[in-house]
């Protein structure tokens, strides 16, 4: 199936980064987390080394594990303030609101054939293959590179080894309608050289 080209643009511009406060009541289903994984291993991959994983977390008591190790890491690494608590309320707001946490994460290739930067670049782009892909299944999300990611405490909870980078979380939910106002995009005489 190929678009027209004027409904590829313009799907690809309406891809919204949808944020947990706008995510309504209703959980997703594995199923439909499994038709945006399904998305990701799409991504161009240099070598074939597919170096996308993804933890997905969706249990309450999974969910509020991850959530009391986000708060922890971050009263134990910036202190106890008023700014740290009301951090530590948003952390809290965005799991409890996301039906979905998928936390992601780079596998390097076995033999590094591959620079890691190289391996990060495609990790990204599965990302983005899962918020498109989102974006036509009408689910919301937003991919955030906070809440702790490369805590010690967060790296065990996800089970990494030494050298896979934890990319940060891809954060889903329900949503009909996203009062998030389109990022104005910068005009081509501003991003490309004609050469
Ligand atoms: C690598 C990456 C990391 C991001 N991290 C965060 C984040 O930590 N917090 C956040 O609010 N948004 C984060 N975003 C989402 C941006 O805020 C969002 O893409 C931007 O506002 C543009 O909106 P749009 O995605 O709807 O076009 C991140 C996006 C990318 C690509």
């Known amino acids: 199936m190929r678009l027209k080209q004027e409904e590829s643009i313009e799907w690809i511009a309406s891809r919204r980064s949808v944020f947990p406060k706008e995510f309504e009541e209703g959980s997703l289903s594995e199923?439909?987390?499994?038709?945006?994984l399904e998305a990701a291993k799409w991504a161009p991959t240099h070598k074939s080394t597919e170096p996308w994983r993804f933890s997905v977390i969706m249990s309450p008591e999974k969910k509020?594990?991850?959530i009391n190790l986000q708060v922890e890491a971050l009263f134990a690494s910036?202190?106890?303030s008023e700014m740290t608590a009301?951090?530590?309320g948003?952390?809290?707001?965005?799991?409890?609101?996301s039906s979905a946490i998928i936390a992601i994460v780079m596998k390097r290739d076995i033999q590094e054939r591959i620079p890691v930067n190289e391996e990060l670049w495609a990790v990204a782009c599965a990302v983005q293959n899962i918020h498109?892909?989102?974006a036509s299944l009408n689910i919301g999300g937003y991919w955030s590179t906070g809440a702790m990611t490369n805590d010690d405490?967060?790296?065990e909870f996800l089970n990494l080894e030494e050298d896979d980078i934890h990319m940060g979380w891809f954060y889903l939910g329900r949503y009909s309608k996203t009062k998030t106002l389109v990022k104005p995009r910068m005009i081509q005489e501003d991003y490309v050289n004609w050469m």
């Open 78 to 80: 910036k202190g106890e």
């Open 86 to 88: 009301a951090k530590a």
């Open 64 to 66: 509020t594990k991850l």
């Open 31 to 36: 199923t439909e987390i499994e038709l945006l």
């Open 153 to 155: 405490s967060i790296r």
């Open 90 to 97: 948003k952390f809290r707001m965005i799991g409890e609101k």
């Open 132 to 134: 498109l892909h989102s």
